[in-house]
């Protein structure tokens, strides 16, 4: 039987979060303590950059330089306990339908649950269903990897494309960039998602299709984006292939929950890895999803992965919340985006390899939280989800940290980085880390007009170079960037989304504010194809602009 916790979970819950205990207790103290400077609160305690810090699956959080007090902790922990975040989050781990919009379970941590585990949901072990797939994939990763696949025309593939858009690509472009260093260097990966025909051009330019195999990676195998490129794959494969629609089976494999698609598609389902509606998009990179990663790294790297992940799982669903980094987080970016009004958070790390991580939590953060009604369809009286966004350091130092330290916006930072460089260059790692190290010393505690003075400037300069401080950082350290750590890396920012969602009352795992975009473009393709000046009944910007691109584009 499907239970539904969430209908009786909502109407039990207090109807706003305004009314809630525990909110006026917070908002209470916001006014006591928000002002107060982070340079008082550690000159007050000596023991606070020891003591405000938490560890879990080789991640540690240091969470001291935050404008907080053990108190806040306290009334936060009691929100999140009034909210209901133990009992939603049970709700989750046991596959109950907690996407109430979509009635689907919310189950991407089985994803990553070790094979003795079993996990049974309408009667169904997914655990084991989990299991098959990875043994799957790991078997055909084996044979790409040793050169036992070969392609159409014999030849063992060296290149692989992952086509796929939003979930079904950040996830595989990121952890590909993130562990490059793991990477089969003998073999090229690429990326292809946006519908411009620039990505898949560029991608293939210099590609032999004798030697490629594409991974096509969508979950409903219906997307524009996707469906688009895959097709312009197929025709260039088929292209340099003589042909011969044979050669398909042997360079495209997809992934999917929708075999019937795939099979239209003309990918043989024998060639296709699935996972299932219970795997949001943006929670998919460790499913079948993960496939060009496990190609890249190889399935025993994936496996230690997928731990790291699962790691963090058991650490979310067993801690106290006062030392359980994924909710601690998540509280942190309530405290600042409802109570101080911060409209943005900037992810910072400090390692090359995790470029592509900001873009990656951008979707992860945004499409979950992005909402502004709560589970029961009521408008939120108070802010939802934060602008997340960032770049790796030391490059950003050059860029927009000048906004962050004497900019008139709160914007809270995670600074992320790593003890063990994995390309050990001279003194490198030691002036990274030093940067690391000295930005949340400057946010936090900044530069006074008398320590400016104090330097012999110059008055009139004193007001420019005085660094008010103040501004909080988490500071998320770890060994060394492994398989594991990206893991559980994207584990607690997954629980941290989680938890901020579970606060607000709001579905984290629907997506429907990118369907308007996708239904109005395809109303208007016909109308930029039309052979005749179609009747265009938009508003007088949108026609207007419909009219300038007929008359002036090329290339058609
Ligand atoms: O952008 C909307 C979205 O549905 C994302 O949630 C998803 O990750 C992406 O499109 C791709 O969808 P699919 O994997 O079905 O092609």
Not at 19 to 41: Q, Y
Not at 368 to 383: A, I, M, P, Q
């Amino acid at each position: 039987m499907r239970v539904n916790t969430l209908a009786p979970m909502a109407a039990d819950t207090p109807m706003t979060l305004r009314s809630l205990d525990a909110w006026k207790r917070l908002e209470a103290h916001n006014a006591e303590i928000g002002s107060t400077h982070l340079r008082d609160l550690f000159a007050a305690d000596s023991a606070r950059g020891e003591r405000l810090v938490a560890e879990a699956a080789g991640l540690q959080l240091d969470f001291s330089k935050n404008r907080i007090s053990d108190e806040t902790i306290d009334l936060l922990a009691a929100l999140a306990a009034e909210r209901g975040l133990a009992e939603r989050r049970e709700a989750m781990f046991r596959g109950e339908r907690i996407n109430v919009s979509e009635d689907r379970s919310v189950l991407h941590v089985a994803l990553r649950m070790p094979r003795e585990r079993s996990l049974v949901v309408d009667g169904t072990d997914v655990v084991k269903q989990v299991h098959a797939v990875l043994d799957r994939m790991g078997a055909f990763c084996e044979r790409v990897r040793s050169g036992e696949w070969r392609g159409h025309t014999g030849e063992p593939i060296r290149n692989v494309i992952n086509i796929g858009i939003g979930g079904s690509d950040l996830g595989p472009v990121m952890a590909y960039e993130a562990l490059r260093h793991y990477s089969n260097r003998e073999m090229t990966f690429r990326f292809v998602s946006n519908v411009d025909g620039t990505d898949f051009a560029e991608a293939t330019r210099d590609l032999d299709p004798a030697v490629t195999l594409f991974v096509v990676c969508s979950k409903t195998f219906t997307t524009l984006e996707t469906m688009t490129n895959a097709r312009t794959a197929r025709e260039w494969a088929l292209a340099g292939l003589g042909g011969d629609k044979a050669a398909i089976a042997k360079h495209f494999v997809a992934v999917s929950t929708n075999d019937a698609g795939v099979a239209e598609f003309g990918i043989d389902t024998e060639n296709m890895f699935e996972f299932w509606d219970w795997v949001g998009g943006r929670y998919s990179m460790d499913s079948a999803i993960g496939l060009s990663t496990m190609l890249a790294v190889g399935p025993g790297a994936f496996a230690e992965m997928l731990a790291g992940f699962h790691a963090i799982d058991e650490h979310f669903r067993e801690a106290p919340t006062e030392r359980n980094l994924p909710a601690l987080m998540g509280l942190l970016a309530v405290w600042y985006g409802d109570l101080f009004g911060a409209r943005t958070v900037a992810v910072l790390p400090y390692e090359q390899y995790l470029k592509r991580f900001p873009a990656y939590l951008q979707q992860l953060t945004m499409e979950s939280n992005g909402k502004h009604v709560t589970l029961d369809g009521t408008r939120v009286d108070y802010e939802t989800g934060a602008v997340y966004w960032g770049e790796p350091g030391t490059n950003g130092q050059h860029s927009f940290y000048q906004l962050i330290h004497q900019g008139t916006k709160l914007i809270p930072c995670d600074l992320i980085g790593f003890c063990e460089p994995l390309n050990p260059l001279g003194d490198d790692h030691d002036l990274l880390l030093a940067n690391v190290f000295a930005q949340a010393e400057a946010l936090a505690f900044g530069k006074t007009a008398d320590e400016v003075r104090a330097e012999g400037t110059p008055e009139a300069l004193v007001p420019h170079r005085v660094f008010e401080g103040n501004r909080p950082t988490n500071t998320i350290l770890a060994r060394r960037l492994t398989p594991e750590t990206l893991g559980s890396l994207v584990a607690l920012y997954e629980h941290s989304v989680f938890t901020q969602g579970t606060v607000w009352n709001i579905n984290s795992f629907d997506q429907w504010g990118v369907e308007l975009g996708k239904v109005l473009a395809k109303r208007i393709v016909p109308e930029l194809q039309s052979p005749d000046e179609p009747e265009l009944a938009h508003d007088s910007s949108t026609s207007a602009l419909i009219r300038r691109y007929r008359a002036h584009r090329s290339g058609g």
